[in-house]
């Protein structure tokens, strides 16, 4: 008998979509339930998303591939490249253990600085590189690719003598996907999304369309002749169909966008709008330049310039209009430092984009607004 794809075939897709893996000692539960609908899961994480799946004894790991490379994408706890630069070093050194190995910090910090390059050598009696470090071991150890037997490394900020002691795991073997050619043939970073794009030609359109609606926060229209944004219009109830049957999302298409919602947001979602207080500063944005529009230009796509100091009067005004509604955080910092903020969040959910000088509003942006209630008053909210 064939298997059906169920309600737990859902809540495992959901979950694979959203975890970098499924380590059958922390989540047994849910590393049976994929487990056992193994065979539906993978036929459509394959034939919709050009996707693999792997299914090993110990955990499960849906491999995301983006269409694209964007900043948003990255390791959110690291703050620098050199957090990337060290990361590296380090999964290689890791690489070089066998499984259940030890090594103490001071090993690792030896071996990474033999490593490094002449024009980014690594210096651990420089503060900023000793903290580059703890957050890379930091997320080693939440990415469960090593484990912390004894030791603090958040000590090694003002010690640099400070020990820890580490032990390899098995999940350290799979964290970086298998290629097919080694990087060294390669030139940049965009011939190796080619080369993996090249694997899922047969209906690649289709498998970008609904990567980009399930691993993105939105698909826009690029110009009028975007194929894929016109593969989403022609085929939009086939689409929001699929879409529906198989997850919880539901899918909207707008001039300019595309995107998926969902009415109730799974605590391991990272979903707008969100609970952090910059979102009802954004969200009033929003609403500002809904009622404003005729005052700026709108490009054909629907992106909104902005130069740094129009953004920063818009700003102004929200903080005379609604100041007092905002959270202490932002009453108290300066209208730049807020801005700084409200760009970076921006950023992250594709609402917007920059270049020097300027802010780029997405279309994505235009579909949330909000502001206080009609009782609102300035006393109330003292």
């Known amino acids: 008998m064939e298997e059906v794809f169920d309600e737990k075939a859902v809540q495992g897709l959901d979950y694979l979509l959203h975890h970098l893996w499924v380590l059958r000692k922390d989540n047994a539960n849910m590393y049976r339930q994929i487990r056992e609908r193994q065979k539906v ?22 491999d995301k591939l983006p269409v694209k490379a964007e900043s948003w994408m990255g390791i959110q706890q690291f703050t620098t490249p050199m957090d990337y630069i060290v990361f590296c070093y380090t999964l290689a050194f890791i690489e070089g253990k066998r499984i259940e190995e030890q090594f103490l910090l001071s090993e690792l910090t030896e071996e990474i600085q033999a490593m490094s390059y002449t ?41 640099e003598e400070q020990e820890v002691l580490y032990e390899v795991t098995i999940y350290s073997r799979y964290f970086m996907r298998a290629h097919p050619k080694a990087f060294t043939q390669l030139q940049n970073a965009q011939e190796l999304l080619q080369l993996e794009h090249q694997l899922m030609s047969e209906d690649e359109r289709r498998k970008r369309v609904y990567r980009q609606l399930l691993l993105t926060p939105a698909l826009y229209r690029e110009s009028n002749q975007d194929q894929d944004f016109l593969y989403v219009r022609n085929y939009r109830n086939r689409i929001n169909d699929d879409i529906e049957k198989y997850t919880d999302f539901k899918l909207h298409i707008f001039k300019n966008v595309a995107f998926l919602s969902v009415t109730e947001p799974k605590r391991y979602y990272q979903s707008f709008p969100n609970t952090k207080a910059i979102t009802d500063i954004i969200l009033q944005l929003s609403q500002y330049l809904h009622q404003h529009i005729a005052n700026y230009n709108s490009q ?49 959910w594709r609402m917007a984009s920059i270049s020097p000088g300027f802010i780029y509003i997405h279309s994505l942006l235009g579909a949330f607004v909000g502001n206080y209630p009609s009782d609102y008053s300035k006393e109330e909210k003292l």
């Open 300 to 348: 054909e796509n629907g992106i909104i310039a902005l130069a740094e100091h129009q953004l920063t009067e818009i700003l102004l005004q929200l903080k005379e209009q609604l100041g007092e509604g905002w959270a202490k955080l932002y009453r108290d910092k300066s209208i730049a430092s807020v801005q700084k903020e409200l760009i970076d969040e921006l950023i992250y």
């Open 41 to 62: 899961l993978q036929r459509y994480v394959s034939n919709k998303l050009g996707l693999q799946l792997h299914v090993h004894q110990h955990f499960i790991k849906l």
């Open 119 to 159: 024009q980014i050598a690594l210096d651990w009696t420089l503060f900023h590189h000793r903290k580059s470090l703890i957050r890379v071991m930091k997320v080693l150890v939440e990415f469960h690719l090593v484990e912390i037997i004894d030791g603090d490394v958040q000590r090694f900020d003002h010690h």
